[in-house]
């Protein structure tokens, strides 16, 4: 078993929909978490980073940590169709390695 | 400013050759980061270097694999006896120092494929 779950999607909304993306983890060791996008051909890019548990907001989106349920959640408000990419969490322990999610693919339509 | 540039950003090789993945971080960037991404999963950590040092090579599956930062800037991974299931996107990431709190910026990748 992975120590990071990731729903892999495909998951299509409407312009303007709440989109909602999770993760579950295995290692209670984990304290830094973080969302990235991914567009195709490209490396990934940092969209919110967190330190333990508690909620976190920049803009349209929404970073949630549940440590006591290894469960963690990013919600993305007003979706737009630039939105449509990979969407990966990650996460570490210590600094320099991270254990990423196999991604969620999300596509908002016109 | 420039971003991190890896270099080939393809490179197809048959069975049993040795291959060289070069990574190019942003500038002023003390570490390093190689993972590889094979395809519908997440990047997997493989290595990653404070300067010139390897911090952390505990995500190299075997000894084929091998990665070098002389001089604390570009570093090149090496991959020997190259396999099929060697195929994959390699990326690269660096950031200002090894912290949790500092961005890790990756690159495009190099898609490789053993045939």
């Known amino acids: 078993q992975k120590e990071v779950e990731q729903d892999p999607g495909p998951l299509s909304v409407p312009e303007g929909a709440i989109v909602s993306l999770n993760c579950t983890y295995s290692?209670?060791?984990?304290?830094?978490f973080m969302w990235y996008r991914q567009y195709s051909r490209k490396g990934p890019e940092l969209l919110m980073y967190t330190y333990s548990s508690g909620n976190k907001e920049d803009g349209r989106f929404t970073a949630q940590v549940d440590k006591s349920s290894k469960y963690i959640s990013l919600f993305i408000r007003d979706s737009q169709p630039s939105d449509s990419a990979t969407y990966l969490c990650a996460m570490s322990a210590a600094a320099g390695k991270s254990t990423f999610g196999d991604g969620t693919t999300l596509t908002v339509k016109p | 400013g420039a971003g991190v540039s890896q270099t080939p950003s393809n490179k197809v090789t048959e069975k049993g050759k040795y291959v060289e993945l070069r990574c190019d971080p942003i500038?002023?960037?003390?570490?390093l980061y190689w993972y590889r991404q094979s395809l519908g999963q997440g990047p997997e950590f493989l290595i990653y270097f404070q300067g010139t040092g390897a911090a952390d090579d505990s995500g190299l599956p075997n000894d084929r694999f091998f990665a070098v930062r002389p001089e604390g800037s570009v570093s090149t991974l090496k991959i020997q006896r190259t396999e099929r299931g060697d195929s994959a996107v390699y990326l690269c990431?660096?950031?200002?120092?090894?912290?949790?709190?500092?961005?890790?910026?990756f690159g495009p990748g190099t898609r490789l494929t053993v045939l």
């Open positions: 290692n209670s060791a984990f304290q830094y």
């Open positions: 990431a660096s950031s200002p120092q090894v912290s949790n709190t500092d961005t890790q910026y």
């Open positions: 500038s002023g960037h003390t570490a």
